[in-house]
């Protein structure tokens, strides 16, 4: 059975903290990784992962994925409290189908 | 581009009720999916079409729930009859299925229907 693990649940950090968020997964005919960030609303789509050692970088956000030992990271520094959010991992099978874990919710406190 | 469309955005049905869910993928995807979200919870995959064809269905409750993409463009959920831990939000997401098109893994939500079921 498909299975995605991410820690921590939650986590209260203060203004320009830096955070990594972890997400290990078991996933068959795995094909890339997805990380969305969700406030009140929908998902909304922050990378998508597929080759191992390859940092992504978007502003303050980053993240890497090790397909050997199944497991990918979220970077945010100099966190705000606009970072105030749930992120979930989402592994996607060369299917399509996309497993979300259940996501950390991470308070930025000012 | 426009984005996901889904109505309703919000629903409150007593129990035994039945709901029905509406969702307009992005043009061209190929791919839909209907996720419930449960608060505190990650999104947990009810369906999954390509074009009018299902893919999974392995966590939907055939007893109750159903969900049709006939023409292979838009699609409905519905529950009948609804119970109380059907409360949650109910998200449609769509992804395109060419292979070489740059955002071809990423899927794309629509704004969701939070379900209350009383």
């Known amino acids: 059975e498909d299975k995605v693990v991410q820690s921590p649940l939650s986590l209260v950090v203060h203004e320009g903290d830096t955070v990594t968020l972890n997400c290990s997964y078991e996933?068959?005919?795995?094909?890339?990784l997805l990380w969305y960030k969700q406030e009140k609303k929908a998902p909304t789509f922050l990378f998508m992962l597929t080759s191992s050692g390859i940092e992504k970088k978007s502003g303050r956000l980053s993240s890497i994925l090790d397909k050997k030992e199944l497991f990918s990271i979220l970077n945010i520094t100099a966190t705000q409290t606009g970072d105030s959010a749930i992120y979930l991992c989402?592994?996607?099978?060369?299917?399509?189908?996309?497993?979300f874990g259940p996501g950390t919710s991470l308070s930025v406190i000012p | 581009e426009a984005g996901v469309a889904q109505s309703p955005r919000y629903k409150i049905i007593e129990k035994r009720q039945s709901v029905a869910f509406w969702c307009n993928p992005i043009?061209?995807?190929?791919?839909l999916y209907w996720y419930q979200q449960i608060l505190g919870q990650g999104p947990k995959l009810l369906i999954q079409f390509q074009n009018n064809g299902v893919v999974d269905d392995s966590q939907l409750p055939k007893d109750r729930f159903s969900a049709e993409r006939l023409k292979g463009v838009d699609s409905t959920l519905k529950i009948q009859p609804a119970k109380l831990e059907d409360s949650a939000v109910y998200l449609c997401?769509?992804?395109?299925?060419?292979?070489?098109?740059?955002?071809?893994?990423?899927?794309?939500f629509g704004p969701g229907t939070r379900l209350t079921v009383l």
């Open positions: 997401a769509s992804s395109s299925r060419v292979t070489d098109a740059p955002d071809a893994d990423t899927q794309y």
């Open positions: 989402a592994p996607k099978t060369s299917y399509d189908k996309v497993i």
């Open positions: 996933v068959t005919n795995f094909r890339s």
């Open positions: 043009s061209g995807h190929a791919t």
